[in-house]
C-alpha cells in the first residue's frame, strides 16, 4: 500500500455510518479520510394491528425498537435484544431488557436457554439473515412475528464513486450478508483495491464477490471486534 491513507467507505444507514466513522476516528486519528455512502435506507412500515396478550419483544436491531417505539410509546414489558447497543436503545425507549451475544444465533439460544420465555413478539425488516420467528418456535417458544420496517437499496453516492475509479485503497467495513450483496452490486469491479473487514463468516463469504485485495472476519461480532478487523487490515496492507 502506499504511505498515504486508504479510504474508509461506510455504506450502513446514515446514523449507523457515522457513529461508526466516530468511532474509527477516535482510534485511528481525526483526519482519517471518510465517505458515507448508505446503499439502504429504512423505511418505517404499518403493520397493523399489533398482538396484546403481555408477550415480550425480541429486537435484533436498533431500527426495528426505532420502529416499533413509534407505535407503543412508553415501551411495553420485557425486551430481549441482539446486543448491548440494542439493548441500550430498547432501555431508553422504556423497556426492561435483556442482552444477547451481538448476533440472531446466539440470541435465539439464550432465549430458548433461559427458561423465562414463553410468547415474544418479533418486530422485523424485510430483509433478515436469521428467521428468529422459526428457531424460537422450533424450540418450543411460541413467537409470532410482525414486519415493522424495510430497508430500501440506495446507489453508491457520487464521492463514493469517484473514489472507487481512482487507485487508493479503500477499507470497507461490512456488517450483514444482504449489506455485502448490496456492496458487491455496486461497487464491483472497481479499480480501487478493497479491504474488507466482515462481521462474521457468512458476511466474509457474501463478500468474496467483491474480489477483494484483503479480508479479514471479525473475531465477535460487534463494533469493537470490527475496528479490530479494520486495524489488521491497514497492518496488513501496510507489509503486502
Known sequence: MESHRPILLLTRP???????????RDRFGADWPVIVSPLTEIRFLDPGPLPDDGRDLVFTSENAVAAFARLTPGGRGRAWCVGTR????????GFSTRAGPGDAEGLAR??????????????RPVHVAR??????NSAGIDTVSVLIYDQISCPA????????????????????PRSARLAAAAIAGTA??????????AIAEAAAALSPQ??????????????????????????G
Open 192 to 201: 480501487a483495491p478493497l479491504w474488507v473487514a466482515a462481521m462474521s463468516p
Open 131 to 136: 428467521d428468529m420467528a422459526k428457531s424460537l
Open 157 to 176: 453516492t457520487d464521492a463514493a464513486t469517484t473514489a472507487l475509479r481512482e487507485t487508493t485503497p479503500v477499507l470497507l467495513p461490512l456488517f450483514s
Open 14 to 24: 446514515e446514523a449507523q455510518s457515522r457513529r461508526f466513522s466516530d468511532a474509527f
Open 214 to 239: 484483503g479480508l479479514h472476519t471479525a473475531e465477535t461480532p460487534d463494533a469493537a471486534a470490527m475496528l479490530d478487523a479494520l486495524d489488521a487490515l491497514i497492518a496488513a496492507a501496510k507489509t
Open 86 to 93: 440494542t439493548e441500550a436503545a430498547a432501555r431508553a425507549a
Open 110 to 123: 439464550a432465549i430458548a436457554t433461559s427458561g423465562e420465555a414463553a410468547r415474544l413478539l418479533w418486530p
